[in-house]
């Protein structure tokens, strides 16, 4: 048997079953969700953008594969390079007269910051992992608190400039759960949550409303409607209200898939922003059409890709792997976090992409390789180094 044989029946199938499940459930969701939008002549627009995702998924699979039958050690080298490439780029971005900041190169457009958060925590695994052996300092909790806090504060705060605070929260979570797979000591976690605390308000009123005027009135809008327990149909509001409302509407068997005006669909009267019903509002669409058995179905999935890859953190040969597997957790659990909880009124509208599921174009490529990179760290969990037994 060959070592490369040897690792593809080594790999974690179940991890590689449930990431292909929800591609596939994604497919079918953005074929219904943007079939309102124009597409090119005798193609409907969910035909269209149905068919982008699977050359997506395509590239995406090769990448998905290669990176998992590499050993992970030498791929996070790559973080380096491609971290302050897209440090640069983000920067760059700045400059783009467009509300999602997304650079083409060629016909591919992407965003900066997606780039730079999957790179970011391959710098963190590589430092936190190499620079303990040139000197014991580099290993006290003060300074691999300020490695994982500068790393990500840096594409943070970028970010925010952008404008773009869905995208820039997401280094939140990924940062505590770095810091939690580190073995960060608690009474340091316990500080940084008290100043983060305390920053909170300064934060709000003299940060936000420079760095994103719409993000400021989102939070209004949530804010006033937590404390009233009502969503008006308003200007400010109609998102929330009409996503939240198909969503709540559904009941267990939802309105089925492609569900005309007949069937009493929001989606068909085109209620949910039908622009972005694709990737930003995508669950809203899902829920509406499959119910809370559909939606229950999508939530189980991704608790099981997260409760995988923990599984896989377990069995990490160092610590590298575990900040790759743990940032990958925590790059996960916040879109799905942000993406599913403004539709249910638990988050503000801010427009973040469900991942695997929604159309993202670049992101699904992205979201794959993070996926191969935890698949390496299961495959190549052992010291053990394959050989071929000649008989």
């Not at 219904?32 to 050359?55: D, M, V, Y």
């Not at 730079?116 to 000197?135: F, N, R, Y």
């Not at 790393?151 to 705060?157: A, E, H």
């Not at 898939?257 to 995508?282: R, V």
């Amino acid at each position: 048997m060959t070592p490369l044989f040897r690792k593809i029946l080594g790999m974690n199938w179940v991890l590689v079953l449930t990431m292909y499940g929800l591609l596939v459930f994604g497919i079918f969701a953005i074929e219904s969700a943007a079939r309102h939008l124009p597409g090119p002549s005798g193609i409907s627009g969910g035909e269209f953008f149905a068919g982008r995702q699977k050359f997506w998924i395509g590239l995406g699979t090769l990448v998905y594969f290669g990176a998992s039958l590499v050993d992970y050690r030498w791929v996070r080298w790559l973080g380096v390079p491609i971290y302050i490439i897209g440090l640069a780029l983000t920067v760059k971005a700045m400059g783009v007269n467009d509300v999602s900041h997304r650079l083409s190169i060629g016909p591919i457009s992407f965003q900066p910051a997606q780039s730079a958060i999957a790179a970011g925590i391959l710098v963190i695994a590589t430092l936190s992992q190499d620079l303990p052996k040139i000197h014991r300092f580099f290993g006290e909790p003060f300074f691999r608190v300020l490695l994982i806090g500068s790393l990500t504060g840096i594409p943070f705060l970028l970010v925010v400039k952008l404008g773009d605070m869905g995208s820039a929260l997401v280094w939140l979570p990924v940062a505590v759960v770095i810091m939690l797979v580190s073995g960060i000591p608690w009474r340091y976690l316990i500080f940084l949550a008290a100043i983060a605390i305390g920053m909170a308000p300064i934060a709000y009123y003299a940060v936000m409303p420079t760095a994103s005027e719409r993000g400021t009135e989102r939070v209004e809008t949530y804010l006033e409607s937590l404390e009233t327990g009502v969503v008006e149909n308003t200007d400010e509001t109609y998102a929330a209200y009409w996503v939240s409302t198909a969503v709540g509407k559904a009941g267990w068997k939802g309105t089925g898939f492609g569900a005309t005006e007949e069937q009493q669909s929001l989606h068909a009267k085109k209620l949910i922003p039908w622009t972005t019903a694709h990737n930003d509002f995508i669950f809203a669409v899902i829920a509406e059409e499959q119910g809370f058995r559909g939606a229950l179905l999508l939530i189980a999935a991704f608790a099981l890709l997260l409760i995988q890859c923990l599984f896989i953190a377990f069995y990490s040969r160092d610590l590298a792997g575990r900040i790759i597997v743990g940032g990958v957790v925590g790059l996960f659990f916040a879109h799905m976090f942000e993406s599913i909880g403004m539709c249910v009124l638990l988050t503000p509208i801010t427009g973040i992409p469900l991942p695997l599921v929604s159309y993202s174009g670049t992101f699904v490529v992205i979201c794959m390789f993070l996926l191969g990179l935890v698949q390496s760290v299961w495959v190549h969990r052992s010291k053990y180094k394959y050989i071929t037994i000649e008989t």
